[in-house]
């Protein structure tokens, strides 16, 4: 296994970008960051293996981590198997989110995670949250953030914060709003049902039905 400062695999097979040779670690794929690439699309398999490699060495949710990184969520929910993406293949990645993994190590995020920054995106989210009917107390356990400090933060009292609480609020948002989404298809489906279920009933179906019977 190799260190937390270089977490790259030995080799890399890159699709896709116009690279077939084996790629050295610490050197950037060829092809991967070439203009003419910033359509392709890499081999999912060794960026998979980053994906959750800086999950074990980080102890982030996978969301947290999906932000760190710049990767879209979806794509990393993918990388690592989880939810639906573990009942479908995925074998490549865009070359731009490959590129992402590529650059970054367990170090730098942590890093980043502890550096100071404006707490407007925080704010925005946690007010969000609070105006769709989760309480402070919920929120803290949604954020794993203390609860005064989700006041101080949804308040504006507190005007700075790190990087990592700003990931940690993004991602109950982001939680907040797929169970929104599955909610309402879910409300969608059962609205169609009794539709379904009163529908005049064809030849077949009328077939079936014994007839009344009659009066003596």
Same mark, same amino acid.
């Given at each position: /296994?190799?260190?937390i ?7 890399? +097979? #890159?699709?896709g970008?116009?690279? @077939?040779?084996? &790629?050295?670690?610490?050197d950037?794929?060829?092809g !991967? ?5 910033? @359509?392709?699309?890499v081999?999912?398999a060794?960026?998979?293996? *980053?994906? +959750?490699?800086? *999950?074990a060495?980080t102890?982030w +949710?996978w969301?947290?981590l999906?932000? %760190?990184?710049?990767?879209? %969520?979806g794509? /990393? ?6 939810g639906?993406?573990?009942r479908h293949?995925?074998?490549?990645i =865009?070359r731009s989110d490959a #590129?992402s993994?590529?650059? =970054?190590d367990?170090g730098? !995020?942590?890093a980043r995670? $502890? =550096?100071?920054e404006l707490?407007r ?7 969000? !949250? ?5 309480t ?5 356990t949604m954020?794993a953030?203390? &609860?005064? #400090?989700?006041i101080? !933060?949804?308040?504006g009292r507190?005007? +700075?914060?790190?990087?990592m ?7 109950? *948002?982001?939680?907040?709003a797929e169970k929104l989404?599955?909610?309402?298809s879910?409300? =969608?489906?059962d ?5 379904l *279920? ?7 179906q $009328?077939?079936?039905?014994? $007839? ?5």
């Amino acid at each position: /296994m190799t260190d937390i400062a270089n977490p790259k695999p030995p080799h890399l +097979h #890159l699709v896709g970008c116009g690279a @077939t040779a084996p &790629v050295a670690p610490g050197d950037v794929p060829a092809g !991967l960051d070439s203009p003419e690439a910033s @359509t392709g699309w890499v081999d999912a398999a060794p960026f998979r293996a *980053m994906a +959750h490699r800086l *999950m074990a060495e980080t102890g982030w +949710h996978w969301r947290v981590l999906a932000l %760190a990184t710049d990767v879209p %969520a979806g794509t /990393m929910r993918a990388l690592l198997g989880l939810g639906r993406a573990a009942r479908h293949e995925h074998p490549r990645i =865009r070359r731009s989110d490959a #590129l992402s993994l590529w650059e =970054r190590d367990a170090g730098y !995020l942590l890093a980043r995670a $502890a =550096r100071p920054e404006l707490a407007r995106t925080t704010r925005i989210c946690l007010r969000v !949250l609070i105006a769709r009917g989760h309480t402070v107390r919920t929120i803290s356990t949604m954020t794993a953030l203390p &609860v005064h #400090l989700v006041i101080e !933060l949804a308040s504006g009292r507190r005007r +700075h914060c790190t990087a990592m609480t700003t990931w940690r609020c993004r991602a109950a *948002m982001q939680s907040h709003a797929e169970k929104l989404r599955a909610g309402q298809s879910r409300r =969608r489906r059962d609205a169609a049902q009794p539709a379904l *279920m009163t529908a005049p009933e064809g030849p077949d179906q $009328a077939s079936i039905a014994p $007839a009344p019977a009659r009066a003596a």
